[in-house]
């Protein structure tokens, strides 16, 4: 199946289409794990996904009013789809799966506004810059001079990739948007590649670009072009994905058969997909009409696609640690007319310290959540139909919706975070866990204030929950309050494992 200037790699077929040994854990094949092994011998993979402007903080938890001023928990599996909050409502089917974690503060970015307003350490206190840079380094920014801050060290996505990525795979993949600076940084001031198109990720995943470092004879005629080599990798690799799957078929057993035709038609599904939404100038044609034109057009169906490419990137295993950045969303997607700004006359006014707040922009901010809602739990859609030793892809994950602000209008507390998954048992999920103000905050404009834990304390879960039991803090170690004493950023967070 190789033809000359392309790489095309067995092993590597096999195992992104799902046929490798041991990465759907088919019984019948002999490749799953007892189920007392299963945690200890499959990898914890992770998903940070990212949305912009904040939340509607009572419209979006799920605890017991008038309870705020002590860390408790709540039971959420029992709960009614009524019952659960309106921006949450769309993951009720993924109930017994999620531990919403409600009252935590971005404890570095208050700390840095101190630096930045009090001390004149910097001169960019912009709170979208700030939540940016620091969402997922929990370190101070890269300030520069006539210029916006940015990330000023490694974040974590990176860290955890450099830890449990598998030599000859990627350590991680940074995917989707940008809300106006890069989330993800390899070092300070040094943002992280970032794919932006769907079509783009998918053939790299698929090995379909020519490999560059094969010698050309002089004597060969003129090289094919880029498009004609894509035509012909994506042919031949459809074409023995499909011979492979119909021969490994006859040796399942008929549940195993069903799971492996369920993950064929998720490749299948997203080949289709992607092909569909090729632009029509410029392009070759595979047999069925697929235009495989290697630039990718159109504004709808992004945010799927990239929810299926992650979903089959780690059932396969070509990554561990995944980013997924959420599109803006445009004003049709939730129900707002043209000419509305999402940024000054929505998410400013959503909640009552807004400078002009008003219902109509709450309600409005509510509908912009539920929205990602329905998009992240149609990311745990996918994983979970991956079936993994007994249980899914999703079981064996942890999956953390992180928003940008903690509400529209720029609050760094409280900071809202739904886990989703559990990673093998590490979180105690099925529960919504809510934490009180404990710490002096490090800064404030007015009178003096009390924050709940540091986000970075989560993050440290998520180290443990992939097996990185040596980690004790992300980014700061400990910030200093208003009055100079220090808040410390160290260890998990207590009440959240199982």
Not at 14 to 42: I, N
Not at 46 to 72: C, K, Q, R, S
Not at 148 to 164: N, Y
Not at 277 to 285: A, D, E, Q, W
Request: with cysteine; net charge negative; aromatic share 8%.
């Amino acid at each position: 199946m190789k033809k000359k200037g392309m790489k095309i790699d067995r092993r590597r077929f096999l195992t992104a289409m799902g046929l490798g040994a041991g990465s759907l854990y088919l019984p019948s094949m002999g490749w799953r794990p007892s189920k007392a092994k299963a945690s200890g011998d499959l990898p914890v993979r992770v998903v940070f996904f990212i949305t912009p402007h904040g939340t509607v903080p009572p419209n979006w938890n799920l605890g017991f009013p008038g309870m705020e001023g002590a860390d408790y928990e709540r039971d959420i599996t029992g709960l009614s789809e009524a019952e659960f909050s309106p921006i949450l409502r769309p993951l009720h089917r993924h109930r017994d799966r999620l531990l919403v974690v409600d009252g935590l503060s971005r404890t570095s970015v208050i700390g840095e506004e101190q630096r930045v307003f009090r001390d004149n350490i910097g001169h960019d206190g912009n709170g979208h810059h700030l939540m940016q840079a620091h969402l997922l380094t929990c370190n101070w920014t890269l300030q520069r001079s006539g210029s916006t801050c940015i990330g000023g060290s490694r974040s974590i996505d990176q860290v955890l990739g450099d830890r449990v990525g598998v030599p000859g795979r990627w350590a991680n993949r940074v995917y989707g948007y940008r809300h106006q600076h890069p989330y993800s940084w390899l070092a300070s001031g040094e943002p992280a590649a970032r794919e932006e198109d769907p079509s783009q990720a998918f053939r790299d995943m698929m090995g379909l670009l020519p490999d560059e470092s094969e010698p050309t004879e002089p004597t060969e005629p003129a090289p094919p072009t880029r498009e004609e080599l894509i035509d012909a990798a994506r042919t031949s690799v459809l074409d023995f994905a499909a011979q492979e799957f119909d021969r490994v078929a006859p040796r399942l057993g008929s549940e195993d058969r069903m799971k492996l035709e369920r993950h064929r038609q998720l490749i299948r599904d997203l080949e289709v997909s992607l092909a569909a939404r090729m632009s029509g100038g410029g392009g070759t044609t595979v047999p069925g009409g697929a235009t495989c034109d290697p630039t990718f057009a159109g504004s709808g169906g992004g945010m799927e696609q990239f929810a299926q490419l992650t979903t089959l990137a780690l059932s396969c295993d070509l990554t561990r640690v995944t980013t997924f950045v959420a599109r803006p969303l445009e004003n049709t997607e939730f129900g707002v007319p043209a000419g509305v700004n999402m940024h000054q006359d929505i998410a400013h006014n959503s909640t009552p310290d807004g400078a002009s707040y008003t219902p109509e922009a709450e309600a409005h901010m509510t509908e912009y959540n539920r929205v990602y809602a329905e998009q992240f739990a149609y990311l745990l859609d996918q994983m979970a139909s991956v079936p993994e030793a007994g249980e899914t892809l999703l079981d064996h994950s942890v999956v953390v919706w992180l928003t940008e602000l903690g509400t529209g209008t720029h609050h760094t507390y409280p900071i809202p975070n739904v886990i989703a998954g559990g990673g093998c048992g590490y979180f105690n999920t099925g529960r919504y866990v809510h934490f009180t103000e404990s710490a002096l905050t490090p800064f404030s404009w007015g009178g003096p204030f009390r924050i709940g834990p540091p986000q970075a304390r989560l993050y440290v879960d998520i180290f443990h929950a992939l097996g990185q039991t040596d980690v004790d803090y992300v980014g700061l170690p400990e910030v200093m309050d208003q009055d100079g004493n220090p808040i410390s950023m160290r260890g998990p967070l207590p009440m959240l494992r199982a």
